[in-house]
Every structure is written in C-alpha cells, then in structure tokens.
C-alpha cells in the first residue's frame, strides 16, 4: 500500500508542475534562422519516423534534427493516440494528435510556443496527424526563412 500512495503522491506533484508551467506566445515568424530542431514524441517510434520522413523529404538544408534537446535551437512535440468517436450509431477508432513547436523564452526559463496542432484522422488513406503536423510545419518553416 505505500507504494501505490507514493505513486499516487509523485503524480499529483508533476501534475502540480505542468499545471504552474509558464509559456510564452510567440509566432512562427520566429523560425527565422533556427537550424537545429528537435523531435519529440515520447516512446512513439512510428511518429517520429512520421515527422522526420516529411521534413527531410522537404530538403531544408539549413535545418539539421538533433537527437538531445539541449542541442537544438527549438523542438517539436507531438502526442498521438487512438480515441473511439462517435458516427452515426457506430463508433469508430481514429488516430487523434497534438503537437507544438517550441523555442525557449530570451531569459531561458520558459517556453516559447511558436505554432500549436490538433487533429484526427477521418478516413483510411489521410494522413495521419503526426504527419498532418510536420507538413503544417515545414509549411511555416519555409515561409519564415523564405524557402521556396
């Protein structure tokens, strides 16, 4: 039984944490001369193929993915899960995903959220969200540093 209380008491404290963060808003404007992101999907290897398959495909050679985020300039994160939803009388299974582009603050001590994503996949054959994400970002990217 302590452990479970343990357990329950380290959740409640990171909870606590992430509800305090502080974030900043920035816009995607500010992806002007960053060339190191980098990815992150948590344990989700399939996701991050995903996201690194669109931007290398995108062939921005000024932006370079990094594997440790304190070498990078900025990252994405993205969340995937299935969610049932409701259509018609039937539920469906469908890839949902939730993402951010992020750059830290100037005083280094917050986040700087420069693009946010949601989405669902709605039929077989779409794109899935973590690939809906990187696409939207590549998007932003070029615009930014004025890559045709």
Not at 7 to 22: C, H
Not at 70 to 86: K, N, S, T
Not at 89 to 97: E, I, P
Not at 112 to 119: A, Y
Request: proline residues 3%; aromatic residues 8%; glycine residues 6%.
């Amino acid at each position: 039984m302590p452990k479970f209380i343990l357990t329950i008491l380290a959740l409640l404290i990171f909870a606590s944490a992430i509800a305090a963060q502080d974030f900043e808003y920035g816009t995607t404007a500010e992806l002007k001369g960053l060339t190191k992101v980098h990815i992150d999907v948590g344990p989700d290897v399939d996701n991050f193929e995903r996201i690194k398959k669109v931007i290398e495909k995108a062939k921005l050679d000024d932006l370079t993915i990094v594997a440790n985020r304190d070498d990078a300039d900025f990252a994405i994160f993205f969340r995937g899960a299935r969610e049932q939803v409701l259509v018609g009388r039937a539920t469906h299974l469908k890839a949902v995903g939730k993402g951010y582009v992020v750059m830290p603050s100037v005083d280094g001590k917050r986040g700087r959220i420069l693009m946010n994503f949601e989405s669902m996949q709605d039929k077989i054959g779409e794109d899935k969200p973590a690939t809906r994400l990187a696409k939207d970002f590549v998007k932003a990217y070029k615009k930014a540093n004025d890559i045709k």
